[in-house]
């Protein structure tokens, strides 16, 4: 059978722009006979990608999608929990069972029920046997933050529906406009299958509240446990005194005391807290904690001494429940299962594979030289044959703006306290949101989150009225834009350990990812540096780590780009650095947003960039500050890079200001000697600062020369002083090319 028509591709491709239209996608395809599977994960709106591998596979596979968003770099195969990053849908997969006639009957009346009723399904499917159910969020949510609770939800709306249990957040569903091919087993229940087809859709879209209000999510139903060992550990474990502990530094002294000395002998329960050995994971921490169980058994550890350090140890944490998902039950069960001493021999040892390095006795970490909780485990180094590169496309480089800020990476951004960085970054932003200029220079529309210390929510609220004036734009205009004013509140994202040592992660730093990845931002704006790095700016490796780890981790997680602005050192202020020479070298681009040279007042700016990996250095705009916005006047850019056509040249500006002063000054005595004490240079900047106060005194210098060299300046007689001795002044003998006229140069503006 072989059905792919266009309308199908069609239907496909405008169900997945209902359900997210600028998120990531995620395609499987299955064999009907064998099961052989096919995964596929795309990029926002790579619409035409998704048609070209949906066209071949319809009637040849059957077909669905990822109800929600898989992270940046998902793997193209099935996903697991861990590869979901935002939760887009909650929903109900319902399936006929019984008698096939009354089954169906029942069904339809669900269906009808679902449809019409109080809480109606953003999107009805018909899978071909069944029927999908789909409440669309009206915004993503992180999963981080998020999973369970759409679990939880999903069970709920499952249970009232009379759905199957089919509610995990890495659950995927039939695919629109494709076919519902049997397998032999369906074959041979009478399962015939046929078109999978959207019948209902609509525009309403659901918050969590109002979801929870009309059913309350639920857990699983508890089980009585029938495992002795089990049982045994839930009458030995107090779960709240677990719980009270939080991290490693608050467990009781004694048994960090024994943990060490436990570790010194054994290199297989050191290697599962620092992560090296590394169970296989999907996302639950089970297997982490597993293993460590059974090492903690063999040392003579209690079911509470483990269920204490397992919840000080975010290893082994449940992805999308942290904490909270280290119940009773499953602690008990952990230990009830491989740490008691009747379970010791179990499957849980076998990952060790007789493989944990021996214990070094040197270590700089909090436990014997232990990674600090929270940090990744160690990963195999991922080498790169070129020769795989023969024959494949090159990706093309990717700017959020043109020759100034690179696609996903971190870009810093320093300026002197007052200057206006914060209005040039929040400016950024609400540009990107709009898909508008930033400065007159090519900028990359994008979805953009702004992290605010220093300026309360009415100055946001004023700044940006001035920003959507200055675009002329509204604020409807700024749905891609999300701001938060974190005045007077703990923003550190990277903090030292407690007793120093260590750099950490922090949990502000897991919630803005969180919901940086719900959002589905492509940019994070963090103002400033001071207010989000604990540790020291002059510290070459704490800097660096900070770079690369906390904001190029954030870059990372939303697949995107992060820019962090920071004020320059006192050693710093001609250059545009801070303290140690990493926070230059760590960023790939840095920019310097300062007053002209000389100038330490007014409102011209200049924005250089003055480091960038991937393009040529040096480019910069000339800014003027009216009416609470920057407007640009004026760029010079580097040999190889691009400048947009609406921005005058810097030179071109300079030369017609120069000329418009000149004109000005017909019977004004100067000189183009530069030792003169009439030099035109000098002159014109003190008779006309209104003209020339962008420019500062090298760059009127320069374009007097210039138009000396060009034969459009010349020395002209205007008069005669003491002992008839000529005096002369400056005229301009043909039009310039860029036009004295002020109407036609926005540095008069």
């Known amino acids: 059978m072989n059905m792919h028509h266009p309308s199908g591709v069609q239907e496909a491709i405008a169900f997945l722009k209902l359900i997210d239209p600028i998120g990531r996608h995620h395609l499987d395809a299955f064999h009907p006979e064998t099961n052989a599977t096919e995964g596929r994960t795309f990029e926002p709106e790579a619409w035409d990608e998704i048609a070209d591998w949906i066209r071949p596979r319809i009637g040849q596979r059957n077909l669905y999608f990822s109800v929600n968003e898989p992270k940046p770099g998902a793997p193209h195969k099935k996903l697991t929990k861990a590869d979901i990053v935002a939760i887009r849908c909650v929903f109900v997969d319902a399936d006929p069972h019984g008698d096939r006639d009354t089954a169906r009957l029942e069904l339809a009346r669900r269906a009808e029920e679902v449809e019409n009723g109080p809480l109606p399904a953003t999107v009805s499917i018909d899978s071909g046997n069944g029927q999908q159910w789909f409440w669309k969020l009206g915004e993503k949510i992180g999963a981080l933050t998020g999973g369970q609770w759409a679990e939880d939800q999903s069970r709920t709306l499952g249970r009232l529906f009379k759905g199957d249990a089919v509610q995990n957040i890495d659950r995927i569903m039939r695919l629109p406009g494709t076919v519902n091919l049997p397998t032999p087993k369906k074959l041979a229940k009478g399962l015939m299958g046929g078109m999978v087809r959207v019948t209902h859709s609509r525009g309403v879209t659901y918050t969590p509240e109002t979801l929870a209000a009309y059913c309350a999510p639920t857990g699983p139903l508890e089980r009585k446990e029938t495992d002795a060992a089990v049982r045994t550990a839930m ?47 999907d996302g639950s921490g089970s297997a982490w904690r597993a293993v460590l169980a059974a090492a903690m058994a063999r040392h003579g550890f209690s079911a509470q001494d483990y269920a204490n350090v397992v919840c000080a140890w975010p290893l082994g944490y449940p ?34 594979d007789g493989g944990a390095a021996p214990f070094s006795g040197e270590g700089g970490g909090l436990l014997f030289g232990i990674s600090e909780p929270g940090q990744s485990r160690q990963e195999q180094i991922a080498w790169i044959d070129p020769t795989t590169w ?31 960085k914060t209005l040039a970054a929040h400016q950024y932003a609400t540009c990107a949101a709009a898909g508008v200029p930033w400065f007159g220079q090519n900028t990359r529309k994008a979805r953009v989150m702004c992290f605010f210390c220093e300026d309360d929510a009415d100055e946001l609220h004023r700044r940006q009225v001035d920003i959507n004036r200055s675009l002329g734009i509204e604020f409807g205009d700024l749905s891609d834009l999300r701001l938060v004013s974190r005045k007077h509140q703990d923003n550190f994202l990277m903090t030292l350990g407690r007793h120093g040592g260590e750099l950490r992660l922090t949990e502000v730093w897991r919630q803005l990812l969180a919901d940086a ?13 001071a207010d989000i790095f604990g540790g020291s700016e002059i510290d070459r490796v704490q800097v660096n780590y900070f770079v690369k ?20 050192s006192q050693s710093g202020k001609i250059e545009g650095t801070s303290g140690s020479t990493a926070w230059n070298n760590a960023a790939r681009s840095r920019l310097f947003l300062r007053y002209p040279k000389g100038v330490d007042r007014g409102d011209i700016r200049e924005l250089e960039a003055k480091k960038l990996n991937y393009g040529p250095r040096g480019s910069l705009l000339k800014l003027r500050w009216k009416r609470g916005a920057f407007e640009v006047i004026g760029a010079r850019m580097p040999a190889g890079a691009t400048i947009s056509v609406e921005v005058p040249r810097i030179d071109d500006t ?42 500062t005194h090298n760059e009127v210098q320069e374009a007097v020369e210039r138009l000396r060299q060009s034969g459009q300046l010349q020395e002209t007689m205007i008069g005669r002083g003491e002992k008839s001795r000529s005096i002369k002044g400056l005229r301009i003998l043909e039009a310039l090319k860029v036009g004295h006229d002020r109407e036609h140069s926005s540095i008069f503006s």
């Open 319 to 352: 992805q999308h429940s942290g904490l909270d998902g280290l119940t009773l039950r499953v602690l008990s069960r952990d230990w009830g299962r491989c740490g008691a001493p009747a379970s010791q021999d179990t499957t849980a040892e076998r990952w060790f």
């Open 235 to 281: 009458d030995d474990i107090d779960v709240d005194e677990a719980h009270s502990h939080g991290d490693f530094d608050a467990l009781p002294d004694p048994l960090k005391a024994r943990l060490v000395t436990a570790g010194a002998r054994d290199g297989r329960l050191r290697g599962i807290l620092d992560g090296t050995i590394d169970p296989p994971d």
């Open 549 to 568: 780890t906390c904001l190029g981790g954030l870059a990372q997680g939303i697949g995107g780009s992060v820019m962090a602005l920071g004020h320059p």
């Open 517 to 529: 990845q719900g959002f589905g931002a492509d940019v994070i704006i963090l103002d400033t540096i």
């Open 390 to 420: 023969e024959g494949r496309a090159v990706v093309q480089r990717e700017w959020e703006v043109d020759n100034l800020i690179p696609r996903r990476e971190v870009t810093l951004l320093y300026g002197d306290g007052g200057i206006g």
């Open 654 to 695: 300079a030369e017609a200001a120069v000329a418009a002063a000149i004109m000005a000054s017909p019977d004004e005595r100067m000189s183009l000697a530069r030792n003169s004490k009439y030099y035109a240079a000098t002159v014109l900047r003190q008779r006309h600062p209104d003209l020339l106060e962008a420019l």
